[in-house]
């Protein structure tokens, strides 16, 4: 069985910085495209910031053009963990922070093609 777990959201004022970690079990963990979406209230789910698997241009990331700059997506697989260090943090980050895995990326990092999704860490930035 497939668990995303993630961690590390919080309150945070704007100019501040936070790091999330989706531990991950129950899959292959370095065969598998990693990514970051976010739900802010009221708002669709998007993607944020995706990083591929071994088998796949191995560690090649990808990012919003919202974070671009600002955040940073890495992985550890022996750890069978990936990361988001977010910077910078603007109002307009408060969100849930979801950690999603998908196998083959069909679809590219979009929230209808990913796999497995996390329930995810609320993050919150203050004015």
């Known amino acids: 069985q497939v668990q995303l777990v993630e961690s590390g959201g919080g309150l945070v004022q704007a100019g501040g910085s936070l790091k999330l970690s989706c531990a991950a079990s129950?899959?292959?963990?370095?065969?598998?495209?990693m990514g970051w979406f976010r739900q802010a209230p009221g708002k669709e789910r998007e993607f944020v910031a995706g990083?591929?698997?071994?088998?796949?241009?191995?560690?090649?990331?990808y990012y919003a053009d919202s974070v671009k700059g600002r955040f940073t997506i890495s992985r550890d697989n022996a750890k069978n963990t990936v990361y988001l260090q977010m910077n910078s943090l603007k109002p307009e980050d408060t969100a849930v922070y979801y950690c999603?895995?998908?196998?083959?990326?069909?679809?590219?990092?979009?929230?209808?093609?990913?796999?497995?999704w996390g329930k995810g860490t609320l993050v919150t930035v203050s004015s």
């Open positions: 129950g899959l292959t963990f370095s065969s598998y495209n």
């Open positions: 999603a895995a998908d196998r083959y990326l069909t679809s590219g990092f979009t929230v209808g093609g990913m796999d497995y």
């Open positions: 990083i591929r698997g071994i088998s796949w241009s191995r560690g090649s990331t």
